[in-house]
């Protein structure tokens, strides 16, 4: 009964999980394509994991159906009782998982936790040892085999969990927020490794985060979640560049959101005229049709051009001046007032404006997005 | 399979935990033939009743009142020299700290007696020497609050610890960087802080005093000083036996004590502001200077009163034909010990105290496991009841629900009455809660996670079970049967009512050895008791060090 399309790994639809009566995930439907590294991301409580564990089988849903490899693992009992409930056991579904806690079992040693998954599978023993040498090579940790694992550090044990998890070749594996136990700088390491692993045994992988940065450099595709629905599916670069909503503005990057209305009758060519709150007048970038209700314009900070005052004159250009300079090393953000309130500017750290100076404010319009009303 | 099991289990607790309940609650209301079931005369004299005891009650009130007053002030003493000042051995004494509370009120009382006697207490004989009357009576009402103090208020200490401990320091210490001296911050930050701590233990000890029993029984009956508990248990042994009126009586204390125990639970978990996060800290140490050999000498005074002074008083007694501190006439026998191991009655209620605890122990773990599994885990529906259920002797004082237990299963048609069988399913169902409360730690400690990860690398629900849950709980698993093994050797309350001349267990034939026989005798029995005790809690603190750290005094296990 299931629609195994064009090399679909994971299959999503409708998903309904509840926990009492209140929805955790609503209605949520998509897929994952073979070697895919899909992300989801969100606020805490926007249902991600939830979804994800719903994949592992370790969250029962009320509505919906998860294929994987063809193979439905779980189907809600259909309105006609031809399509009966199916609900495959974890152990059954062949999925691998990371756990944010990592859920290194403490009474094992390090060789032990990568080698269960391959007991399990009753693998003859030099199998096991040669594959769990292998996974523990690809972390970096086989100096460390025979260590108990309540002798290992935070970031090691995220090794353990991330070659437990590999080791059996697994064709899915699911990382529940797997870095946000680690400082900044491993993590931003690790993220490294991980996509190069991925890469390297081609696995397809489901990756729950709430770090948007995170999520923009390791993905293939990222999915944004709010309230147990889905906000938006693309590539990383269409989030960050065409957010469809003032969620994924915001929560995406750093935005600066304009409020207004399109001009009636000016849409041309791909853009129209947005006047703002504050009697300016921008032209941005219309990426299709208008819906009529479009009352925000969201515009990047790194998007946005300053310039010693006098020197503009392109299409949106305005007069600001220079509250406040932050420097953060690889950008330094300004914070500009000009006409329509404030903005929120990331230059890279050769340009630098003094505090109080007057700028030219300028910014292309193909990156002013419009977003409708919600 | 939780499904089917849920009801199944549901069943057997509510029988074993309600059906004695039903029984005091009918009987209290009879006002007829005590020993008709079901009663055919109904009415509310057993409580009206209750008022001509006026005196009793008084007796009541006056000795909880002692005896919380004291405890809480060694509590917090103690509590506070340990937790916030540096002084040299903490770790020590913390675990001897705990060990009147394993020594049982019942041989602190038989120790006391023997110390503080009138005439023949080892305190009056030597002051004696020195040309004096009688120095202490222990035969009082302060006497009787002093015992149960010393070691009924070892749960004081632990719980006002538990508050001064979760206390984090950063916010003492952000006191201190705004300016505000050492006394300021103890006035207007620590103390508020920990205050519901405190006044949360106390209503719990006051609770707890109220339904003592072993030393206002040892101490106070002697005398014809009676409390509610002894009471009771005087109402049973009347002719006619006062069974409604008993009835009546306990169930009085059970109402009472399960409103200070709610009242407790409700201070601490409204006043609680940031202190109780579940979060250990080890708030910084005070320097105390020179002033810290005062504060070790008063913890030591504390182990030498509650742990060495007895102790020492049933060695020496129980070696001696006649009890004295005057070497020179004493005359040293092993006697006693040959007595009290005799095959005769005594030497097998020591028997069956051990073959008792240990068969207990050993059904209650796997029972207790699946219980902990079906509440905090399986989430099956019917979970929160079972755990009120299961938890609900822990409310009952343990003489009351002897009391239940005594008619429910007099009046069933199994003849089990008077063996060994009664006491074995009397224990069962009030070590539940013991059992319920170590487990349920040890399995709220383990990561949901650890269990779902052996599921998705691929393993059956058994094999996880098998390699990694069962595994991980086995300290805890450990720590629940050595608990429950000690509970069962000391276990009175409920024996005293349940014991047949067939099937004798030690605490109640200690108590009648002392009433009816020597001092001596009843010391070589209560030592021997102690001995086992001890032995069972040091194979418990080596075993489990993290686990059983003062569980079963939180857990308020009453004897």
């Not at chain 1, 390791?218 to 979640?225: C, E, F, G, H, K």
């Not at chain 2, 035969?139 to 200490?157: H, Q, S």
């Not at chain 2, 070790?296 to 182990?303: E, F, N, R, T």
Request: glycine share 10%; charged share 15%; proline share 5%.
């Amino acid at each position: 009964m299931s629609t195994s399309g064009g090399g679909m790994m994971i299959e999503v639809s409708d998903l309904e999980i509840r926990y009492g009566e209140v929805p955790a995930v609503n209605g949520v439907s998509f897929g994952v394509v073979r070697g895919e590294l899909l992300t989801l991301l969100g606020p805490s409580g926007c249902g991600k994991t939830t979804t994800l564990r719903a994949i592992a089988g370790l969250e029962q849903p009320c509505g919906g159906s998860i294929v994987l490899a063809g193979e439905t693992v779980y189907s809600s009992p259909g309105k006609n009782a031809a399509s009966p409930r199916r609900n495959v056991a974890t152990e059954k579904r062949g999925v691998s998982m990371v756990f944010q806690s990592y859920a290194i079992w403490p009474h094992m040693s390090v060789f032990e936790n990568v080698a269960y998954g391959l007991r399990v599978r009753k693998l003859p023993r030099a199998e096991i040892q040669r594959q769990v040498e292998r996974a523990l090579t690809l972390v970096q940790m086989t100096a460390y085999a025979g260590r108990s694992a309540a002798q290992l550090s935070g970031g090691q044990q995220q090794r353990v969990a991330v070659a437990r998890a590999i080791a059996f070749s697994p064709n899915v594996v699911l990382f529940d927020e797997p870095l946000s136990n680690l400082d900044a700088k491993l993590r931003a390491e690790m993220r490294v490794e991980l996509r190069e692993l991925q890469h390297r045994l081609s696995f397809t992988a489901v990756y729950v985060t709430h770090d948007q940065e995170e999520a923009l450099a390791i993905s293939d595709r990222v999915i944004v979640m709010n309230g147990g629905r889905i906000e938006q599916i693309g590539t990383p670069q269409d989030i960050y560049d065409r957010p469809r909503n003032r969620f994924v503005a915001d929560f995406v990057g750093a935005a600066n959101l304009i409020a207004g209305s399109v001009r009636p009758g000016s849409a041309s060519d791909g853009s129209a005229v947005f006047d703002t709150a504050t009697g300016l007048a921008l032209r941005v970038s219309t990426n299709g049709a208008l819906h009529g209700d479009e009352d925000t314009v969201a515009l990047r900070a790194s998007y946005i051009h300053l310039a010693a005052a006098g020197t503009g004159g392109a299409t949106n250009a305005a007069r600001g001046r220079i509250q406040r300079r932050l420097f953060h090393g690889d950008f330094i953000e300004y914070v500009v007032s000009w006409q329509a309130g404030q903005l929120i500017v990331r230059r890279p750290p050769t340009e630098i404006l003094a505090e109080g100076s007057e700028v030219a404010v300028s910014f292309a319009p193909e990156h002013c997005v419009l977003l409708q009303r919600t | 399979m939780k499904y089917l099991l849920t009801p199944f289990v549901l069943l057997i607790c509510g029988s074993l935990v309600l059906y004695p309940v039903v029984f005091l609650v009918t009987e209290s209301f009879n006002v007829g033939d005590p020993g008709q079931f079901p009663p055919v005369l109904l009415g509310l004299d057993n409580y009206t009743n209750l008022y001509d005891d006026a005196r009793i009650l008084g007796n009541t009130a006056l000795v909880a009142c002692l005896a919380t007053i004291m405890a809480v002030l060694f509590g917090f003493t103690l509590a506070w020299i340990l937790t916030r000042t540096a002084i040299p051995g903490r770790a020590v004494l913390e675990r001897l700290l705990e060990l009147p509370y394993y020594m049982t009120p019942l041989v602190g009382a038989l120790a006391w007696g023997v110390l503080a006697g009138p005439k023949t207490g080892l305190i009056n004989q030597l002051w004696r020497l020195t040309g004096g009357g009688d120095l202490v009576d222990i035969y009082t009402p302060y006497g009787i609050a002093w015992v149960m103090a010393l070691f009924e208020g070892t749960v004081a200490f632990v719980m006002i610890s538990a508050a001064m401990k979760s206390m984090d320091p950063a916010l003492e210490e952000s006191s201190r960087v705004l300016g505000a001296g050492k006394l300021h911050t103890a006035l207007r930050i620590t103390l508020p802080m920990v205050a519901p701590g405190i006044v949360s233990a106390t209503i719990f000890v006051f609770a707890e005093m109220l339904g003592s029993f072993a030393a206002a029984f040892v101490l106070g009956v002697p005398g014809r000083f009676y409390v509610v508990t002894t009471a009771i248990w005087q109402a049973t042994l009347s002719y006619p036996p006062e069974y409604g009126r008993a009835a009546a009586m306990g169930l009085s204390l059970f109402l009472v004590m399960l409103v200070m125990l709610g009242l407790s639970r409700l201070i601490l978990r409204r006043g609680n502001y940031a202190t109780i996060t579940g979060k250990a800290f080890r708030p910084r140490a005070l320097e105390v200077g020179r002033l810290r050999w005062l504060l070790l000498a008063i913890c030591w005074a504390y182990v030498g009163l509650s742990v060495v002074l007895p102790l020492g008083a049933l060695l020496l007694t129980s070696f001696q034909r006649f009890a004295t501190v005057i070497l020179a006439q004493s005359i040293f026998t092993l006697a006693n010990y040959q007595t009290a191991l005799q095959m005769g009655a005594l030497g097998s209620a020591l028997e069956n105290s051990l073959v008792l605890g240990l068969v207990v122990a050993t059904v209650a773990v796997p029972l207790v496991s699946i219980l902990v599994w079906i509440v905090y885990r399986a989430n099956a529906p019917g979970g929160r009841l079972l755990e009120s259920l299961v938890m609900f002797p822990q409310a009952v004082p343990r003489l009351v629900f002897g009391l239940g237990l005594l008619w429910a299963w007099l009046y069933i048609p199994i003849p089990i009455y008077g063996t060994l069988w009664l006491l074995g399913i009397a224990y069962l169902t009030v070590f539940l809660p013991l059992g319920m409360r170590t487990m349920a730690g040890v399995v709220l400690q383990v990561d949901r996670g650890l269990e779902e990860c052996a599921r998705v690398c691929g393993a059956s629900w058994l094999h996880q079970m098998r390699t990694v849950t069962l595994p991980l709980l086995r300290p805890g698993m450990v720590a629940a049967w050595l608990l429950i093994f000690i509970a069962g050797v000391r276990e009175l309350g409920v024996s005293v009512f349940l014991m047949g001349p067939n099937a004798k267990v030690i605490a109640p034939s200690i108590v009648n050895s002392w009433l009816t026989s020597s001092s001596e005798l009843s010391a070589a029995m209560a030592l021997l008791q102690t001995v086992t005790v001890f032995i069972a809690v040091a194979l418990l603190f080596a075993v489990v060090r993290s686990v059983a750290r003062g569980i079963a005094v939180r857990a308020g296990e009453p004897l």
